[in-house]
C-alpha cells in the first residue's frame, strides 16, 4: 500500500509539473490595435501617448493611432473600414455622430472588437466605454459657471457638434447645476468643429448679445476661440470664460485671469486604458470592460493650480 502510495504521489507530482510547464510556455497572443479621433485638436496627443505608453508596456501590441482631419463622421467610416480590412483585432474610437453611425459601429462590431473613447455610441454594440462622465464634468463646469456670476447672468454654449454625446451630456450637466440659479442659457453655437468659425460664433454672440455675461465652450479648441474673440472685442474681464480640456492657450488664458477656469479631461488615461484592457479582453480576460462603462475622473482647473498643471502635462509629453 505504502509503495501504491507513493507510485500515486510521484505521478502526481510529474503531472504538476508538465502542466506548470505548459502553462509557462503559452506564447503571449501579439495583437494589432487601433484608436481613432473624432478631430484634429491637440488633445489628442495625450491619448496617443498613452496608447504609446500601454503598448510599451505590453510589448505585445501594435496601436495604430489615427487622427480625423475633418471631424467628419464620413472620414471616421473610411478609417474604420480601413482598420477592419488590415485585420485589426480592436478598435477604439471617439464617435463622431452616435444617433446616425450607430448600424455601421454595429458592423464593425461584428467584424472585429470595438470600444468607444471620450465620445460614446451607447446604443451601439461597442463592448465598453472608456472615458470621461460627462453629465458630471458638465455639472462641474455649471458650478464654475455659478461661482463667476454670483448675480447671474445671460450666458452661451459653443461646440463642435450638439449631438455628439459628450456634448449633449456636458450641456446637459450644466443645465442640471444652473437649475433654480439666475443664469440663463440663450443657446447652443455649432462649428463643425472649426476654430476659425468656433471664433466667428463667439464674436457674433458678443455683438448680437452685449449684456452676455459668459461664454462656455464645450470642446477643447472652443476655450482659445473664445479667448480670441472676447480679446479682439476689448472685453477681457468684462465676459467671463469657462471652458473644457487643456489647450495652451486656455491654460494661458486662466494663468492670466482671462479664463476662470476649465474641467480637464485625462485623454493620457483614455489610450492608455483603452489599449491596455482591449489587451485583456482579447487575451481572454472577457470580464475586464464591467458594466460597460469605466469613467476616467476629471479635474478642475484655476488660477491657483495651473502652473502645477501645466508642469504635469509637459512631463506626460516628454517635454
Request: net charge negative; hydrophobic share 40%; glycine share 10%.
Amino acid at each position: 500500500m505504502k509503495k501504491i502510495q507513493l507510485l500515486l504521489s510521484a505521478l502526481l507530482l510529474a503531472a504538476l509539473v508538465t502542466v506548470g510547464v505548459k502553462s509557462e510556455s503559452q506564447p503571449v497572443k501579439h495583437f494589432k490595435l487601433a484608436f481613432v479621433s473624432n478631430n484634429a485638436a491637440n488633445f489628442w496627443s495625450f491619448a496617443r501617448a498613452g496608447c504609446n505608453s500601454a503598448a510599451k508596456q505590453l510589448g505585445n501590441v501594435d496601436v495604430d493611432f489615427r487622427i480625423t482631419s475633418s471631424g467628419g463622421s464620413a472620414e471616421q467610416r473610411t478609417i474604420l473600414d480601413d482598420l477592419v480590412a488590415r485585420g485589426t483585432d480592436g478598435i477604439a474610437v471617439s464617435v463622431d455622430d452616435p444617433d446616425n453611425q450607430t448600424a455601421f459601429l454595429n458592423r464593425v462590431a461584428g467584424q472585429t472588437l470595438l470600444i468607444c473613447a471620450d465620445s460614446d455610441a451607447s446604443a451601439s454594440k461597442r463592448a465598453c466605454y472608456i472615458g470621461t462622465d460627462n453629465e458630471a464634468a458638465g455639472e462641474k463646469a455649471g458650478e464654475m459657471i455659478k461661482e463667476c456670476l454670483p448675480n447671474g447672468g445671460k450666458i452661451m454654449l459653443f461646440v463642435g457638434h450638439s449631438d455628439a454625446q459628450n456634448a449633449v451630456e456636458r450641456a446637459g450637466g450644466i443645465k442640471k447645476a444652473l437649475a433654480g440659479s439666475n443664469i440663463q442659457i440663450i443657446d447652443i453655437r455649432t462649428d463643425d468643429t472649426d476654430p476659425v468659425r468656433a471664433q466667428e460664433n463667439a464674436s457674433d454672440t458678443l455683438v448680437k448679445y452685449p449684456d452676455i455675461a459668459c461664454l462656455v465652450g464645450l470642446w477643447n479648441y472652443n476655450g482659445p476661440a473664445i479667448l480670441n474673440a472676447v480679446r479682439a472685442a476689448g472685453k477681457i474681464g468684462q465676459v467671463k470664460i469657462v471652458c473644457f480640456d487643456d489647450e495652451q492657450d486656455t491654460l494661458s488664458g486662466i494663468a492670466s485671469g482671462a479664463i476662470y477656469g476649465t474641467v480637464v479631461q485625462n485623454p493620457f488615461e483614455f489610450g492608455k486604458q483603452a489599449v491596455t484592457l482591449m489587451d485583456e479582453y482579447l487575451q481572454g480576460k472577457t470580464d475586464v470592460f464591467g458594466n460597460g462603462k469605466i469613467f476616467i475622473p476629471t479635474r478642475e482647473i484655476k488660477k491657483d493650480n495651473a502652473a502645477a498643471y501645466q508642469a504635469e502635462q509637459k512631463q506626460i509629453l516628454g517635454q
